[in-house]
């Protein structure tokens, strides 16, 4: 998004001809920023054989799908519908890594026969795995590394107490599992969390990883999960991939050699690719003066973008219909009946009923953790691609909260 002469665009396309167009509240992707995301990791590990997979829980629209199919990435699926949306946009079935968490064994026979390639997190399932497909079906195993990552504890996964992954302390229990079942191993998976800053953190993990690989013979592929942090303050700190993409790919391949194959290198970031592509768009429905703040009150809330109130998260704020004039503190909140905050205390363009906010980094984890909480309908998708606008998803219709309800006539 750019600002010129005093208006914001997209792709040059004026945000404000966006919500006049399909409404408001509104969610717009930028293509051109998910590509160019892409194209600097891929530069990054230019020097290793990497795979990309998008991690497609962060945004899962099937146009977002076919757009990274078709940049070349594959795919990480957390759920069978993901992997299913996922073959459906067109993606090889061996591009795609199924890594479930405390998913029952059903489903991931399901998983198998829709030949994907599968992750298995847990040794109870590994082992159900191996006595049913013993060397027919070849796994990748989720380690967790014991690392602690990212400063925000409810996006860590790869500390003690979390329930992903299998500990590296239980290698030697693995190990005779697959030897017992005459399994083949792949792949080797490890994902710490979100919002890693530091790449140390990375590489610390990295050489797990390759500490553990030494014990499986039959390696295709290590992949290294996620979890490079984005910028979502104008002043915060992103990982750096570049300095990430250099080290790593050098150390990768010095273990290839040792290991004696070239493996593939992958990484499966969401956030990454998408978080910053997407902007969400409000409208300013009340400016209410309390005795302690002054709110602005918008035309949506929770239902709609989540992460603030669950995460504590932070998305910066701009008054899209001024872009520029003296500013003022707002605490910015939503329409639903619960304390939906978007944001203290923010230094925002004065604002009037009926102005339009924007919060940047809308691009993951926001409409794809939308619900229709207080009965309201999630809003439309937009996606602006080489200057066009494209309406991806309908806004939601009275029909769409009934749909599945079954109305019943019980009597007194
Ligand atoms: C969520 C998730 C990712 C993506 O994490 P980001 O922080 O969005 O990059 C990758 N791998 C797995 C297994 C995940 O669950």
């Known amino acids: 998004m750019e600002l010129k002469k005093n208006q914001y ?17 509104l969610y717009v ?22 795979q990309i997979n998008y991690a497609c829980k962060a945004l899962t ?8 199919r078709k940049l070349g990435t594959g795919l990480d699926a957390v759920s069978i519908q993901e992997v ?4 459906k946009a067109g993606f090889e079935k061996d591009r795609i890594l199924y890594t479930p968490n405390c998913v029952s064994m059903k489903e991931i026979d399901q998983a198998v026969e829709l030949g994907v390639r599968i992750n298995i ?16 079906v070849p796994v990748c195993v989720r380690i967790n590394p014991h690392i602690v990552a990212g400063a925000n504890h409810k996006i860590s996964t790869g500390h003690i107490d979390s329930k992903f992954g299998i500990s590296i302390y239980q290698m030697t229990h693995v190990q005779r599992v697959i030897e017992t079942n005459r399994m083949r191993v792949e792949g080797l998976h490890m994902h710490s969390g979100s919002d890693i800053l530091d790449v140390e953190v990375f590489l610390r993990g990295a050489e797990i990883m390759f500490d553990t690989a030494k014990k499986f013979p039959d390696l295709d592929y290590i992949d290294f999960g996620s979890g490079f942090k984005v910028p979502y303050r104008t002043d915060d700190v992103a990982t750096d991939i570049d300095a990430l993409g250099a080290c790593l790919s050098d150390r990768f391949n010095r273990f290839c050699d040792e290991y004696g194959k070239k493996l593939t290198l992958i990484f499966e970031p969401g956030k990454f690719l998408v978080s910053e592509a997407g902007y969400f768009i409000a409208r300013v429905n009340v400016i209410k003066q309390t005795t302690s703040t002054v ?16 995460y504590d998260a932070y ?16 605490t910015v909140v939503g329409y639903i009946c619960e304390t939906d905050t978007f944001g203290w205390n923010r230094k925002i363009t004065e604002a009037s009923e009926g102005d339009y906010f924007l919060f940047r980094n809308a691009g993951a984890y926001c409409y794809a953790m939308s619900s229709n909480y207080n009965s309201r309908f999630r809003p439309a998708e937009v996606m602006v691609h080489k200057g066009r606008d ?23």
């Not at 847990?122 to 049913?132: T, V």
């Open 121 to 136: 997190d847990n040794i109870a399932i590994l082992e159900e795995f191996g006595h049913k497909y013993a060397d027919s």
């Open 295 to 310: 709110f602005a009150g918008l035309d949506t809330g929770m239902n709609h973008l989540i992460r603030p109130m669950f």
């Open 390 to 412: 494209f309406l991806i998803r309908k806004r939601e219709k009275m029909e769409d909260l009934m749909r599945n309800q079954v109305e019943v006539e019980f009597g007194l």
């Open 84 to 87: 299913q949306m996922g073959l």
């Open 9 to 25: 665009l997209i792709d040059g396309i004026p945000v404000l001809n966006l919500v006049e167009k399909y409404d408001s509240p």
């Open 29 to 50: 992707y930028e293509s051109a920023k998910m590509a160019g995301q892409f194209n600097r990791i891929t530069d990054a590990f230019k020097d290793s054989r990497v």
């Open 61 to 68: 629209n099937i146009n977002i799908l076919k757009l990274f």
């Open 315 to 330: 998305h910066d704020i701009v008054n899209v219909s001024k872009p520029e004039g003296k500013t003022r503190i707002y």
